[in-house]
Nanobody, 130 residues
Framework: EVQLQASGGGLVQRGGSLTLSCVASGLMFDDYDIGWFRQAPGKEREGVSWLSSSNGVKDYAHSVKGRFTISSDNGKKTVYLQMDNLEPEDTAVYYC???????????????????????WGHGTLVTVSS
């Protein structure tokens, strides 16, 4: 069974940086997409960033583009989310999620919808003070 362990959240001032980590275990296949999602109090969950393990394709939500960087260490089965120039609006619980792409890897898709993700880790809280 796939397990995802997210960590790295904390309290930071506006303009500060944090790096989130997501360690995956129990993987049966090497082709998957990893997504970072977040949910702020009283708001719906939203996608933040996504990465394909197969071809390295990555993408970002408009609200974080240029400030957040997603990367991976495939040997460690770990995906990172480097968050720079944080704003109070980034305050949320951040979740990492995984979906296998072994059936669609040849299509070069990058899954971004939370409903496409089957495995979720527990969230890590990021609080940005003003």
């Amino acid at each position: 069974e796939v397990q995802l362990q997210a960590s790295g959240g904390g309290l930071v001032q506006r303009g500060g940086s944090l790096t989130l980590s997501c360690v995956a275990s129990g993987l049966m296949f090497d082709d998957y997409d990893i997504g970072w999602f977040r949910q702020a109090p009283g708001k719906e969950r939203e996608g933040v960033s996504w990465l394909s393990s197969s071809n390295g394709v990555k993408d970002y939500a408009h609200s974080v583009k240029g400030r957040f960087t997603i990367s991976s260490d495939n040997g460690k089965k770990t995906v990172y989310l480097q968050m720079d120039n944080l704003e109070p609006e980034d305050t949320a619980v951040y979740y990492c999620a995984l979906t296998y792409t072994i059936w669609t890897v040849s299509l070069g898709l990058l899954y971004k919808d939370a409903d496409d993700y089957n495995y979720w880790g527990h969230g890590t809280l990021v609080t940005v003070s003003s």
